[in-house]
């Protein structure tokens, strides 16, 4: 069974609202959890639906200007940031359903990372040099694909993976599990839910 006082970040972040493969793969990991976890708590954001927005000079100015140029602006940029960041600090468990598009993530999830990447807050900087600050956490990413990413043809161009791993890895976020799914025809995508399905129950089981 899992920790009592768990609590999991939900967030997914496909354009679609039916027929999405990271929609379906984030829910159901969710749900598996939940009953490894009875006691435990979910906070879900539907990144498609409330789109952070992209990081504009206001934010700038407060997240990097001396105190006395922060605008009134600056400030509500600053904590708009900020509801987002406390989501995350207070998951132990986050999980992240992340559809490739164009062979990254999807720009509305590129809005979310802006918005939580935060010197000072979720990283510092040091004599060693940078330190992530959102440590003590998992993160599992349901993803999908057109095409498998791992053929030779499309392995040079998956950013998505590395793109992932290295940003969560900069905020301190280390432990990182990727569940892959591809298909886009509905034979593919009966193939692609039941390899899911299978990598969630291995998941939760380690
Ligand atoms: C705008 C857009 C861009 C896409 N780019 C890629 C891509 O670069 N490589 C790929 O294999 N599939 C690509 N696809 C296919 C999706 O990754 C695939 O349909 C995936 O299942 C979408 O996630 P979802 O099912 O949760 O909506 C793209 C789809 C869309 C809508």
Partial sequence: MGTPMAHLLHIDSSARTSDSLTRRLSAQYVAAWQARNPQGTVAYRDLAVETPVPVSADWITGVFAPPEHHTEEAKAAVAAADVLIREVEAADTLVLGVPVYNFNVPAVFKAWIDQVFMAGR?????????????????????????SDLEHPAFAPMDFHAPYIRGALGFVGITDVEIISVNGLNPEQVTEALTKGTDAITESLAA
Avoid: E, I
């Fill in 122 to 146: 979720t990283f510092a900087y040091s004599a060693d040099g940078p330190h992530g600050l959102l440590t003590g956490k998992k993160a599992v990413v349901l993803r999908s694909s057109g």
